[in-house]
């Protein structure tokens, strides 16, 4: 499906929907949108090197990395044991992408390590955990014409504290983004200003505290709620004796039909 029709078949939905009981046009609006996507594990090589170049388009645009003749951004964190990396397919378009890592005492290699390590490893020594998204970035076109794919992608960080329960879920972002994090993650500045490898910006480091903040999520957002099963499908690994599904459906769909 082409972006303009995509757009005008959300458009078309919401004006048959927009008069549902308690839902506001926002989050309707979202929930429009999730009905036609899917979440992916990705883990083979196609799969990822198709989200490299989407991480390049993204931050290339948007001014946070300078022109390079590869045209993709891939770095250390990608392929560790306790990231996980996720390419969100709308209409079997890959819109969006974002990565995640689960930072223990026995398994602490993530980004926000690497950059603020002399803030976390003290709370990972004294028994404290995290999810570390990063490398979250949207198709520059598609998110020019249907703008909810950020709340769609960063989802996945919030419903991921369910399934690991860390003392919470870190975000390292510019500071012109901070607003969007306290709004929607009800996040706390831990740290200002450090230099981020492989970006021309500044970053600040936030955390979200859990379970308040997956709670308050899902009962101030519909599209943030979640089933334990997705969950599940989402964030256990492929072995021997388990075969991850190809996508996963966002449960949020069913369980606003079900309320």
Not at 50 to 61: G, K, S, V
Not at 102 to 111: D, L, R
């Amino acid at each position: 499906m082409s972006i303009g029709a995509a757009v005008e078949e959300v458009s078309s939905t919401s004006k048959k929907t927009g008069s549902d009981a308690g839902m506001n046009a926002f989050a309707r609006s979202v929930l429009q949108v999730m009905d036609q996507v899917e979440y992916r594990l990705c883990v083979n090589r196609e799969d990822m090197e198709d989200i490299f170049r989407l991480r390049y388009e993204a931050y290339l645009a948007s001014g946070m990395i300078k022109a390079s003749a590869l045209k993709m951004v891939e770095d250390e964190f990608d392929g560790l044991e306790n990231g996980y990396c996720y390419g969100i397919y709308y209409n079997d378009n890959l819109v969006s992408t974002v990565r995640l890592h689960h930072i223990t005492a026995a398994t602490p290699k993530a980004p926000s390590t690497k950059v603020f390590g002399d803030i976390l490893e003290p709370r990972l020594a004294a028994g404290e955990s995290f999810v570390d998204p990063s490398r979250f970035a949207v198709d520059p076109q598609w998110s020019a014409h249907l703008r909810v794919f950020p709340y769609i992608t960063l989802r996945l960080a919030l419903i991921s504290t369910y399934f690991f329960e860390p003392t919470s879920c870190l975000t390292a972002i510019k500071e012109e983004h901070a607003g969007f994090y306290k709004r929607m993650f009800l996040a706390t500045p831990l740290v200002r200003g450090r230099v981020y490898p492989g970006l021309t910006c500044p970053v600040d480091l936030w955390e979200s505290k859990y379970p308040f903040c997956a709670d308050q999520g899902a009962k101030r957002f519909a599209f943030f709620r979640s089933t334990p099963l997705e969950r599940r499908m989402l964030f256990t690994k492929p072995t021997d004796s388990y075969r991850a599904p190809l996508t996963i459906l966002p449960s949020t769909k069913f369980l606003d039909r079900a309320a």
